[in-house]
């Protein structure tokens, strides 16, 4: 079993950067893939972006690569999402996942945390 946590969100205006974090109890952190997804308002949960578990591969949407950069520090069980030059389609709940393997498929993760609102102004 897995807990997850994030937190780092908030109203920022375009252009500057966030920093999410994902924090994870439980010993086997390590050994779980782990994804960022969000969901905006009236749509669907998107994927954002996936780090394996020694984070050696890293797979992103295309709406977020080269502006996000996923991250991970198995010592310290937590999981980062750094969001440079944000856009107002950024705007959505983000959620951290953890799953067995690097895929930007929902339904394949088993843990997901329960969301950190971020709003971004134009």
């Known amino acids: 079993q897995v807990q997850l946590v994030e937190s780092g969100g908030g109203l920022v205006q375009a252009g500057v950067s966030l920093r999410l974090s994902c924090a994870a109890s439980g010993r086997t952190f390590s050994s779980y893939a782990m994804g960022w997804f969000r969901q905006a308002p009236g749509k669907e949960r998107e994927f954002v972006a996936a780090?394996?578990?020694?984070?050696?591969?890293?797979y992103y949407a295309d709406s977020v690569k080269g502006r996000f950069t996923i991250s991970r520090d198995n010592a310290k069980n937590t999981a980062y999402l750094q969001m440079n030059s944000l856009k107002p389609e950024d705007t959505a709940v983000y959620y951290c996942a953890a799953g067995s393997s690097v895929t930007g498929n929902a339904p394949l993760y088993h843990y997901w945390g329960q969301g950190t609102q971020v709003t971004v102004s134009s």
């Open positions: 780090i394996s578990w020694n984070g050696a591969y890293t």
